[in-house]
């Protein structure tokens, strides 16, 4: 394949490079991603298939590599700033393969416990089958710093947690972490690809993150992505080290961790996007800045509005100035603080029997407002002290903003109460 691309810029502001980068230019050349529906790609000699066989960083079979998601994952290389970017098929597949490449049997991980119920539950059942082990604690320096053990590999958390929205103090985590021989990963899925905040930028080693919610932004599609770092210590893992002369980073060098992410993510375990999700979620990508951008005056507008509302219990946002991670949330986002709030109702059976404009859905970063009942759905089967460290209450209603105007979700909202 020919690469007509003109050279990027690389000082692009991000609302650009969602919709300009990993487009070629050039006669002919699509507007947007072209839909690459293959399961293989051709040959014309024997030597160019053992060629690739032995280096598989081109073309030959699409579980390994297909243009349209490689095409999607340099654009979100660019948006996280990030040095390499696999795809996997949901944002499950994309915390497993961060994990699996820095851990493996014997090793720890510490992880902030406000975290995404599929998170908690690889972490407290999936991975300990495997030999890994996690502890769950407070998300704070001093929490995750007691935590370490000699055999901790990775820290974890949430950039904004969903519900409560903790913010994680990114640049003390990855001090913390690097001071140990570790690397931090960040769940980025509510931090936007990159467009409220970049975790690479302020220290962390890892993004992993779901693309179902604000990449692909409008329900239709499931994605996940694992973005490396430029810069990351691995020389204090063995799985990096060992073997010497043949060992993973003496061969691979600055690429090890981007190509063990992919090997594993996507050669071994097959967790591969599929080239007709990638488009979606590349096209999902280039409104995103407008969404979000959106979606954060509403959700901040309908935050302050329910507070003074009589019939409304505790609001947690944290871009109001009473959550507790509010001087966080100022220091890490860019561009609003995000879609997700969480309100109580008397009622909230009858609450979401009411509802018009809003929708009962378990999704995030739809274009349509999306409410939960998490104590008994999504959060149903997590221990109940656990679920009110989690800012969830019997009371409890999650919501995630769409793009609708304010004052209809506000009249919605008015007659369901
Ligand atoms: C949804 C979500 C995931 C999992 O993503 P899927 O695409 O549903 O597999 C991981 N982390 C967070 C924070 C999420 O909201």
Redesign the pocket.
């Known amino acids: 394949m020919t690469d007509a691309r003109a050279p990027e810029p690389a000082d692009w502001s991000y609302e650009t490079a969602a919709v300009q980068s990993a487009i070629p230019r050039g006669l002919g050349q699509t507007i947007g991603f072209p839909i690459h529906a293959a399961a293989a790609f051709q040959f014309d000699t024997l030597e160019q298939a053992q060629a690739e066989f032995g280096q598989n960083t081109g073309l030959s079979y699409a579980r390994l590599q297909n243009p349209t998601v490689r095409a999607l994952e340099e654009r979100l290389t660019t948006l996280e700033g990030g040095a390499a970017t696999v795809t996997v098929a949901?944002?499950?597949g994309a915390?497993l393969t961060a994990i699996l490449s820095v851990c493996r049997a014997g090793d720890h991980v510490v992880s902030a416990s406000s975290l995404?119920g599929?998170?908690t539950g690889l972490l407290s059942n999936i991975l300990p089958l495997m030999g890994i082990s996690a502890t769950l604690t407070e998300n704070t320096p001093a929490a995750i710093r007691a935590a370490l053990r000699p055999e901790t590999r990775l820290v974890w958390a949430?950039m904004i947690s969903?519900p409560a929205g903790d913010i994680a103090d990114i640049r003390a985590f990855a001090d913390i972490a690097h001071e140990h021989g570790a690397l931090l990963a960040i769940?980025n899925?509510?931090g936007g690809v990159g467009f409220l905040c970049r975790p690479l930028a302020h220290g962390a080693d890892i993004v992993a993150q779901?693309l179902?919610?604000w990449a692909g932004g409008h329900g239709s599609v499931?994605?996940?992505a694992v973005t490396v770092g430029t810069r990351h210590d691995l020389t204090r893992n063995p799985i990096f080290t060992e073997g010497g002369e043949a060992s993973i980073l003496n061969m691979r060098g600055d690429a090890a961790l981007a190509w063990r992410q992919r090997w594993l993510g996507a050669h071994q375990l097959g967790m591969t996007l599929a080239p007709h999700s990638a488009f979606l979620i590349a096209q999902g990508i280039e409104t995103l800045p407008l969404r979000l951008t959106r979606e954060s005056e509403t959700a901040l507008a309908l935050a302050r509005w329910l507070s003074e509302h009589p019939k409304v219990g505790t609001v947690s946002y944290p871009g109001l100035s009473g959550h507790p991670h509010h001087t966080l949330a100022q220091t890490y986002l860019r561009g609003g603080q995000g879609a997700v709030l969480t309100f109580e109702v008397p009622d909230p059976s009858a609450f979401l029997s009411r509802v018009r404009v809003l929708r009962m859905a378990p999704n995030?970063g739809d274009v349509r407002t999306l409410v939960v009942h998490p104590w008994t759905t999504t959060h149903g089967r997590v221990p109940e002290a656990a679920r009110y460290a989690a800012g969830v209450t019997p009371l409890t209603i999650r919501m995630s903003v769409g793009v609708e105007a304010l004052a209809d979700l506000q009249a919605d909202i008015e007659q369901a109460l």
């Open positions: 949901s944002g499950q915390t995404f599929g998170s949430e969903n769940d899925t509510c779901s179902t919610k499931l994605g996940g995030l």
